[in-house]
């Protein structure tokens, strides 16, 4: 395990912006193979997926979320922010910090480490 | 948008096999990916590139996929190894995770 470590505010007001803050480990945010991902997991429930970035840049987040997740990179500081504005209570939950990792194949990726995951409330 | 989905639990004795499904669109034309998640843990992964074991998983899980479907067997399995399981894939760019299984070992 590669350690990352999410961090932020754990309440969150309705219609704030949430900013987390992960901090990487033990690999280089240069590195070609491998990004960092988030994502949450509400009380519960089933795992979601939010975002990803790699070092040169290229970027994805989920569609259902597009238009209020962000994703961003500080490589000197080895750290991945990640931005979700107008928040809800339904975006309560427990969020990770992942390392995600590019296979040699083309559409190849997996999640080898994973951090112990902030929970954040949404709640007025 | 893209759906995986598992059977919400599945039983299992100890020492016997326990297969968890995981369906999908022309799923057999991506790769999938495992997750175990022990109640109060993070995740980890326990299967990649459909049938490949990462370091430290041990020989009794296995994976396949095939058609619209991948599957994770745990063969012999352990109490150990209660806990949920998530199957994983890509829409495009899109990340995508099944409904989750719960095993439970009997």
């Known amino acids: 395990q590669v350690p990352l470590k999410e961090s932020g505010p754990v309440l969150v007001k309705p219609t704030q912006t949430l900013t987390l803050t992960c901090t990487v480990s033990?690999?280089?945010?240069?590195?070609?193979?491998?990004?960092v991902s988030w994502i949450r997991q509400p009380p519960g429930k089933a795992l979601e997926w939010l975002a990803h970035?790699?070092?040169?840049?290229?970027?994805s987040s989920s569609t259902s979320l597009k238009s209020s997740v962000f994703i961003s990179k500080d490589t000197s500081k080895s750290q991945v922010v990640l931005t979700m504005t107008n928040v809800d209570p339904v975006d309560t939950a427990t969020y990770y910090c992942?390392?995600?990792?590019?296979?040699?194949?083309?559409?190849?990726?997996?999640?080898?480490?994973w951090g112990q995951g902030i929970l954040v409330t949404v709640s007025s | 948008s893209y759906e995986l989905t598992q059977p919400p639990s599945v039983s299992v004795s100890p020492g016997q096999t326990a297969t968890i499904s995981c369906s999908g669109d022309?799923?057999?034309?991506?790769?999938v990916s495992w997750y175990q998640q022990e109640p109060g843990q993070s995740p980890k992964l326990v299967m990649y590139?459909?049938?490949k074991r990462p370091s430290g998983i041990p020989e009794r899980f296995s994976g396949s996929n095939s058609a619209s479907t991948a599957t994770l067997t745990i063969s012999g399995t352990q109490a150990m190894d209660e806990a949920d399981y998530y199957c994983?894939?890509?829409?495009?760019?899109?990340?995508?995770f099944g409904t989750g299984t719960k095993v439970t070992v009997l």
């Open positions: 590139d459909d049938n």
């Open positions: 994983q894939a890509w829409d495009g760019t899109t990340g995508v």
């Open positions: 970035i790699f070092s040169n840049d290229e970027k």
């Open positions: 033990g690999f280089s945010l240069t590195n070609p193979r491998v990004g």
């Open positions: 992942v390392r995600i990792v590019r296979g040699a194949a083309l559409g190849l990726y997996y999640f080898d480490s």
């Open positions: 022309k799923l057999g034309d991506k790769y």
